[in-house]
Nanobody, 116 residues
Framework: QVQLVESGGGLVQAGGSLRLSCAAS????????MTWYRQAPGKQRELVAT???????NYADSVKGRFTISRDNARNTVFLQMNSLKPEDTAVYYC??????????WGQGTQITVSS
């Protein structure tokens, strides 16, 4: 069973930075895409950033220019560098790995709280 484990969450002041990590129990090449999602209280889960196995990236408009998704294949880890954080970035952040054909995997989530 593939496991994804997020880390790096916490409390930060507005304008600060955090880096999230998503470590896979196997090779991340098994995933066609790896994606960070977030869910704020009372809101639907939303896509934050995606990276493909080939390294192409895509971002939600709300985080473009502030967040960067990257991958370290040797460490089977995907990162989300978050800069210039805003209170509206407060949410639980989830890592997702999609292998296609309906097989996708989720981490347990990590809380990010940005204070104003």
């Amino acid at each position: 069973q593939v496991q994804l484990v997020e880390s790096g969450g916490g409390l930060v002041q507005a304008g600060g930075s955090l880096r999230l990590s998503c470590a896979a129990s196997g090779s991340i090449f098994m995933f066609n895409t790896m994606t960070w999602y977030r869910q704020a209280p009372g809101k639907q889960r939303e896509l934050v950033a995606t990276i493909t196995s080939g390294g192409s990236t895509n971002y939600a408009d709300s985080v473009k220019g502030r967040f960067t998704i990257s991958r370290d294949n040797a460490r089977n880890t995907v990162f989300l560098q978050m800069n210039s954080l805003k209170p509206e970035d407060t949410a639980v952040y989830y890592c997702n790995g999609d292998r296609g054909l309906g097989f996708d995997y989720w981490g347990q989530g990590t809380q990010i709280t940005v204070s104003s």
